[in-house]
């Protein structure tokens, strides 16, 4: 479903990114961890190219995204080419991101209505079918400012689900939330991973990143320092970098 052959990324003379190359396959789960400024978020926004890159290809769904190959170079697409191959993938961020003069149930049903042209009635069938599998059919009606941040961060989900994504991106998606808020969202992404969603989540979670990847990849500096299953990175890490930040944060 992913794939990252080479992915280099530079803000001026910073180097964020230094060859990234990562797989995941379709219906995997895959968690990036590591310590703040390692390039985890920049990475996945890379993946749906809301960052270009400065070196390296990458590839969603067997498709090279954000660029055109012409001979041995790349060519940026036009914007309204990008965002049609981005609609396969969901991204939910850490702040949410919600349209704060819509319903709940307007902002599931806007995407689905103006970019894949979608009915009505289809759309809002689906849209409260993913309300109730997240816990919040009886707020359709509710507007942003009435919920928690956790309902909140739930909603956002739900309105990228609506999309009928192949991949789903997190962001750090608790990072925003009140430590008693933060298992009603992972609830509902465990049970996303369960249905057998494509997902990559950049995460502080260690628990939950145990618990429900199927593979941890730990990043430092830009670069990937260590992969493998969720259990043997998390429990049992043999880089001494992983070592060192697991021992800090678990």
């Known amino acids: 479903m992913v794939k990252a052959d080479g992915i280099e990324k530079n803000y001026g003379k910073l180097q964020v990114l230094n060859g990234i190359d990562m797989e995941v396959k379709a219906g995997e789960v895959v968690c990036l961890i590591g310590p703040s400024g390692s390039g ?4 996945l926004r890379c993946i749906n190219h809301l960052e270009g890159i400065d070196g390296g290809r990458m590839w969603v ?14 060519h940026e697409q036009k914007d309204s080419e990008v965002c049609r191959n981005r609609t396969g993938i969901g991204m939910v961020f850490q702040h949410f991101n919600l349209f704060p003069h819509m ?19 289809v759309v809002r069938e689906r849209a409260l079918k993913l309300l109730d599998a997240v816990g919040l059919a009886e707020k359709a009606e509710a507007y942003p400012r009435q919920l928690s941040g956790g309902q909140q961060q739930r909603v956002a989900i739900a309105r990228a689900l609506c999309m009928e994504p192949k991949l789903m991106l997190f962001d750090e998606p608790t990072s925003a939330l009140d430590p008693e808020l933060v298992g009603e969202v992972l609830k509902v992404i465990k049970d996303l991973a369960q249905s057998g969603m494509t997902m990559v989540v950049v995460t502080h979670e260690m628990n939950f990143a145990r618990d429900v990847a199927d593979r941890v990849v730990f990043m430092a500096d830009g670069q990937i320092v260590e992969q493998g299953p969720a259990r043997d990175i998390i429990t049992n890490p043999q880089h001494p970098r992983t070592k060192a930040f697991l021992a800090s944060v678990l």
């Not at 319903?103 to 009635?121: D, F, G, T, Y």
Request: without cysteine.
């Open 61 to 74: 769904d067997g498709k090279v995204m954000g660029y055109d190959i012409k001979g041995t170079r790349l």
């Open 40 to 43: 985890k978020s920049t990475f």
């Open 103 to 121: 319903s709940v149930l307007e902002n599931l049903m806007e995407a689905p209505r103006l970019v894949l042209k979608q009915k009505r009635s």
